[in-house]
């Protein structure tokens, strides 16, 4: 019998465990290893791989721990593990990145749950959806070749438009991710259809631990999608929770992120760092005011400056 | 006395600012941030007799009344921590090759009505071609020990002027003409006082023979042949040679020397038996990695025998092109019929063969002040010195190309620099031959380095200044990872510092 109600409280859950632990790791494995497979994925040839807007974090809370959260839950970690998705009340979110050099990504989600009959027909379950939408934008100007001077102008645009579903099973959660890439630049029109899949596995009420892999698909304009694999931990303490993670995308150098959360009353107070050739610090806040949720991160690159990221988020 | 001295700087730049002339003149800069009160009361410590600003370059022209004085000048400005630079004006001069057949006209596809302008692109700076640019002639060898190109040759470490792929052995001596001939076009010894004069005065020639004495050869020999010369340092390569169909070795053989920075002229074909151009460009000048030239004559009307078509880029000159061969029978008694030689060492002879070469040696022109430049911005350079440019038609291409035009433009983009870092092209568009260049204003002195990073922030790539152009001021980027593979469509971003300062902006990478 799977859940019938919406739990709240997913450390409190009771539930029948169907499948064992040595599965669970069976399947982190599989998700961890499918990316492996494809022959290019160790290696690193940074800049290689395709649609890095994907790969741009466009949530304030995780750029605020470091750009981690594989096994953290939410609707800012389903772009990271869409079996974060699981459990989360119907919501809205929006969020504007002030990225480097002035340009500028967004990113829209709604969250919500749709009822539907247990697999024996006597009960029935929830079933977690999430439509999202990222996108960026830019206008260029256009250089002569030979001389410099400007020609006129070129537009550049590329978004993701993705369903993502999460279920429980057994005693972890697993999310699925469906999602279409465009991109345009000058009169190059390119697509590519690609998937995730993630599990979050809740060891006690304080440990959890998830994987995922994400973009897994063909190529967009000649280059792989940027193909990746993550895990990561979560710990929670009774004011804050700690989290770590690694994630390695083909032909990219891999990347460490860690950062901890503390709740400080009105406020929640978050800080990461990431590495990935270079030291990234984050750190941001979020605010909480009857449904609505005022998230804000700041991160700083060393060559490349500052970015701040806004997340609004409304529950109903 | 600070008044008193600008007072009289002024009076000095009021009454001497048109009459400067001959004599010992220094040029001077100043740092950018040098205040101009700063730079005159600087420029009153010393004694000139008269004193000009060119504004538009921020460069002070100081005359004295002779060489002793001026050169003291000079060590006393370079003493100051604002001086940027200066040095005694160099004296220049007009510059008329003195070989015979160039003085007596016989060479009008450089200096004629129709030629390519070589006499006033001569006078540019910089337009005598480097003897580090090499030019790989595949053809039916080079005769190295002509008078006229002996001390052009490209010399290996083992001391050999290039291979032959027909006799596999190091000895490319030309047993047919054609390839002797060719040679003395693109780069024969000029100013020598003997014979004719070539376009590119400095530049160096490979010898690569891969046809036989009757002037035939082995796809197999070209493809090796211009592997061979990508291997060995070439930046040109001339094919005045060529067939009917797309074969895929040529094919490949030439993309990997375009994608290793090597510019490839090729001739368009002279037509079938009839002598009538045909509307077809043969190959592998049809190829998108070539430059595909035919031939005009010295009316300025394409040649009757010229090929012609879509893939054609420009015209040059190609009927009764004077140039040198061996000046005994190179392929004996029984090979008349294909010979191309001449007692005298110097015959004309009409063809898209002889027009090929003078792209090649502009081509090299153009790499030795623009080393940056891959082999599409060295196309595109010459195409835009087209009589006809911008307009294209499949008969001339873009027209006649013009050497003047095509140097006096190679540093364009200097006048086009108005911030502190200017990025072109954009979009970048890789695997077409052309370098992304971050040009600088003001000329920094040294670039520590320049890193790109791809959308989500990590570094590619850093370039230092090794692949800084102090003449250009620029830093030029192939579209290459640290692994050397081509980069994936998308915007990328900058961080350059120099020892000016620092900036930082982004860029698009197109497919």
């Known amino acids: 019998m799977k859940n019938t109600k919406k739990p709240r409280n997913k450390h409190l859950r009771k539930k029948p465990v169907r499948f064992s632990l040595s599965r669970l790791i069976l399947i982190a494995i599989l998700l961890i290893t499918a990316p492996l497979s494809y022959a290019g994925f160790f290696d690193v040839s940074p800049g290689k791989s395709g649609a890095a807007f994907m790969r741009v974090t466009l949530s304030a809370r995780k750029l605020a721990i470091g ?250 | 006395m600070f008044k008193i001295r600008c007072f009289t700087i002024i009076v000095l730049i009021i009454s001497h600012a048109g009459i400067l002339s001959a004599a010992v003149n220094i040029l001077l800069k100043f740092k950018e941030n040098t205040p101009e009160t700063a730079q005159k009361n600087i420029i009153s410590l010393s004694t000139p007799s008269a004193i000009a600003l060119m504004e538009e370059i921020s460069v002070w022209r100081l005359k004295f009344h002779s060489a002793p004085e001026a050169l003291k000048a000079v060590k006393f400005f370079n003493g100051f921590d604002e001086t940027k630079y200066c040095y005694k004006s160099r004296r220049i001069r007009a510059f008329a090759p003195n070989d015979p057949k160039y003085v007596d006209t016989s060479q009008w596809g450089l200096n004629g009505a129709n030629g390519i302008n070589m006499d006033q692109a001569w006078n540019i700076e ?87 004495s009757s002037g035939t050869g082995d796809e197999a020999d070209e493809a090796e042949a211009i592997l061979w010369a990508v291997r060995n340092g070439a930046r040109v390569i001339n094919l005045s040679l060529g067939a009917d169909s797309y074969s895929s070795a040529e094919a490949d053989a030439c993309a990997y020397a375009f994608n290793n920075g090597v510019f490839i002229a090729a001739a368009t074909g002279n037509g079938g038996g009839d002598g009538i151009g045909d509307p077809h460009v043969m190959y592998p000048a049809a190829l998108s990695t070539t430059f595909a030239v035919g031939a005009v004559n010295s009316s300025g009307s394409k040649a009757v025998f010229s090929n012609y078509g879509p893939n054609l880029d420009v015209l040059a000159p190609g009927t009764g092109i004077l140039s040198t061969v061996p000046n005994s029978n190179p392929g004996g008694a029984g090979n008349d019929a294909w010979d191309m030689w001449n007692i ?54 873009y027209g006649i190309i013009n050497a003047k035009t095509c140097i006096e433009n190679l540093n364009a983009h200097l006048a086009a620099i108005s911030q502190k870092v200017t990025v072109f092209p954009n979009p970048l568009k890789v695997n077409s031959g052309v370098t992304l260049k971050f040009a600088f204003s003001p000329a920094p002195s040294s670039v520590n380095a320049v890193r790109i990073f791809d959308f989500a922030g990590q570094e590619i790539i850093k370039l230092d200044q090794s692949a800084y152009y102090p003449s250009s001021q620029l830093v030029s980027w192939n579209g290459k990872n640290s692994r050397g593979e081509n980069v994936a469509q998308g915007i990328y971003f900058y961080f350059a510092e120099t020892d000016i300062g620092q900036s930082k902006g982004h860029f698009a990478v197109i497919k």
């Open chain 1, 67 to 316: 750009g981690g959260g594989t096994a953290l839950r939410g609707a800012d970690f389903i772009e990271t593990n869409p079996a974060a998705l699981y459990d989360e009340p119907t919501s809205l979110q929006f969020s504007h990145l002030m990225y480097f050099d002035s340009l500028s990504l967004n990113d829209a989600k709604f969250t919500f749950s749709v009822e539907s009959a247990d697999s024996y027909g006597v009960g029935s379950i929830n079933n977690f959806l999430c439509l999202g939408l990222r996108s960026f934008s830019s206008d260029e100007d256009r250089r002569d070749m030979l001389t410099g001077v400007k020609t006129g102008s070129f537009g550049i645009s590329a978004r993701s438009i993705f369903l993502s579903y999460a279920f429980l099973s057994g005693d972890y959660t697993a999310g699925l991710t469906v999602k279409n890439i465009t991109e345009s630049m000058d009169s190059n029109l390119s697509s590519a259809a690609a998937f995730d899949a993630g599990v979050i596995k809740d060891i006690n009420e304080n440990l959890s631990l998830g994987a995922s892999a994400k973009n897994i698909g063909k190529k967009i304009s000649e280059s792989p999608l940027p193909l990746t694999a993550s895990a990561g931990f979560a710990y929670r303490f009774d004011e804050f929770t700690i989290n770590g993670d690694i994630e390695k995308t083909s032909e990219e150098n891999k990347l460490l992120a860690t950062g901890i959360e503390c709740k400080m009353a009105p406020l929640l107070l978050r800080g990461g760092l990431s590495y990935q050739d270079i030291l990234r610090p984050s750190m941001g806040f979020g605010a909480v005011y009857n449904n609505f949720i005022l998230d804000y991160a700041f991160s700083f690159h060393k060559y490349l400056g500052q970015s701040h990221l806004f997340t609004l988020t409304a529950k109903f």
């Open chain 2, 126 to 212: 910089g337009s005598s071609g480097s003897a580090y640019i090499t030019i790989a002639v595949i053809d039916t060898g080079v005769d190295y020990n002509h008078e006229d190109l002996s001390s052009k040759m490209w010399i290996s470490p083992q001391g050999y002027h290039g291979y032959d792929f027909v006799n596999n052995d190091n000895d490319p001596l030309d047993d047919n003409g054609h390839g002797t001939h060719v040679s003395g076009i693109a780069a024969a010894a000029t100013n020598n006082g003997t014979g004719i004069a070539g376009v590119s005065i400095n530049s160096r020639i490979m010898a690569l023979k891969i046809l036989d």
């Open chain 2, 344 to 397: 005298s060492g110097y015959l004309n002879e009409p063809g898209t063969s002889m027009a090929c070469p003078f792209a090649a040696g502009l081509a090299s022109i153009v790499l030795s002040v623009r080393p940056d430049y891959g082999p599409g911005d060295v196309a595109e350079a010459i195409r835009r010195s087209g009589s006809d440019y911008p307009a294209f038609t499949s008969e001339r291409g």
